[in-house]
């Protein structure tokens, strides 16, 4: 079972859709956007996805993508 990337599509429209695009890419992840995931304070500050359950945020889409790769390093997902 691959990781699952959820993206508030609110947030994309605030700039991290070019994460979205770039995860989709990768074959060892399922990636899905919702309509809102819940986190409209998290939403409304920073760029972040949720990856497996887990809020991780960014302080741009760069940093966030990074953040991602870097949390399902840690997590032995990837």
């Known amino acids: 079972m691959f990781p699952i990337v959820e993206f508030c599509i609110s947030n994309l429209a605030s700039g991290t859709h070019p994460v979205l695009e770039a995860l989709e890419k990768d ?14 304070t998290t ?10 359950g887990e809020v991780i945020t960014g ?5 966030l993508l990074a953040n991602i790769y870097a949390f399902l390093e840690e997590e032995g997902m990837i």
Do not use: I, K, Q, T
Request: hydrophobic share 35%; glycine share 10%.
């Open 43 to 52: 939403c409304a500050e920073n760029d972040y996805a949720l990856v497996d």
């Open 27 to 40: 074959p060892g992840l399922e990636v899905v956007e919702y309509g809102c995931l819940g986190f409209c």
């Open 59 to 63: 302080a741009d889409s760069d940093d």
